[in-house]
């Protein structure tokens, strides 16, 4: 074979490859936020599916929302909201650590999927309504969370258990409780 043959065989491979590539990083993108870094929905949703049925007994589905979030975007702006939300995913996702998965779903809410949750719930309030420092000001922070312990449904599914953990949440915010105490 010679030179202009063999280059011409390879030229598709090589933009196939990059190609290829290229998209791989444009599907890892559109599944992490980019303010956060944490997983979208998209990115969450496989991989906390999987956690639950591996783990039906010991699986917990979590929603958080932070309180009172659009009074600190109104009165500091969107870099401080911005700051709040950068600092809540990573509490949580510190608290997630390896074994769990965590979420922003959108706006100021964010979701997780954890082992052994119940137990480890107190340790999450505390890190989340720590308050963030910010261009010298100490933003308060407080957030709304709902569990659903998957071995408590009926049937073992993250639809259901994602619903579980918003009227869970959304029973607090009536209440004007941000903790959950089991």
């Known amino acids: 074979m010679d030179l202009p043959t063999i ?44 956690l639950i049925a591996n783990h039906p007994d010991r699986a917990s589905v979590l929603l958080i929302d932070l309180d009172d979030f659009k ?49 480890r719930l107190p340790g999450l309030l505390a890190a989340l309504h720590r308050p963030v420092a910010y261009a010298g000001f100490s933003l308060p922070v407080a957030a709304s969370v709902g569990i659903c312990p998957a071995a408590e449904l009926p049937v073992v599914s993250l639809t259901d258990a994602l619903a579980a953990a918003d009227r869970d949440m959304y029973a607090h915010k009536r209440d004007g409780r941000t903790s959950r105490r089991r």
């Open 7 to 50: 280059f011409a065989a390879g030229a598709p491979l090589i933009g196939w490859t990059t190609h290829s590539a290229w998209l791989n990083r444009r599907l890892a993108t559109a599944r992490r936020d980019p303010l956060t870094g944490l997983h979208t929905r998209a990115g969450f949703t496989a991989r906390a599916h999987r």
């Open 71 to 119: 009074a600190t975007n109104d009165t500091h702006g969107h870099a401080a909201g911005d700051a709040v939300l950068t600092a809540t995913a990573e509490r949580l996702s510190i608290w997630v650590g390896r074994s769990g998965i965590a979420a922003r779903l959108g706006g100021d809410e964010f979701a997780a999927v954890v082992l052994d949750g119940p137990g």
